[in-house]
């Protein structure tokens, strides 16, 4: 049993999105991830870092959400930015159930155990995102660090392992409110994805002010996923 994790798949099995326009890193990068996940069995983890399908609603990303479950393992999915499928928890598991998807869980307002570690997290927030109603950016970054809060509460006193889809930090920039929350809950480490090509450069990599943090966008691991402990 060994607990992987990757973001950043953007795949578009039935919608016209072909990632390769944006580098030939991206060519055939779907069967590039086939064969990343050929390795794993049945009860290995994948947490899935965000921006998972470019379907804009859940029947748009089906087949995307079929490929993922036809791949071995246990894969628990946040949400990403582009992930405009995105529903209400109720809605997705009922979708999920509908059309037999078994290895798919959400991690939204809720943690996940595996062995003796908690695995919590949310999307996040990134202020390059914002615009220029500063009243609604504060609702939805109050609202991010509600849901990583009520995550990292749900881990107990074991030790926390986080994953986001925005970085929390990177060269230049860094996003206080949920930096605070990390530091309170003392995560051990926090994988987060978002960023991609020219961007790998300014990632946080390794340890900082007593947390781990990686990069797991799919280009930058060039699409094989990363392990994490067995």
Known sequence: MALYTIGDLHLSLSVNKPMDIFGPVWQGHTEKLRESFSALREEDTVVLCGDTSWGISLEEALADFQFIDSLPGQKLLLKGNHDYWWETAAK??????????????????????????????????FRDEETGDMAHNRKVLNREVMRLETSLKAAGER??????HYPPQYQGYACPEILEVLQKYRVRACYYGHLHGPSHKRAVEGLCGGIGYHLVSADYLRFQLKKICE
């Open 159 to 164: 030790p926390i392992l986080c994953f986001l």
């Open 92 to 125: 997705m598991n009922a979708f999920f159930e509908k059309h037999g998807i078994r290895s798919l869980k959400l991690l939204h307002n809720n943690c996940h155990f595996y062995g003796g570690y908690a695995l919590c997290g949310t999307r996040g927030w």
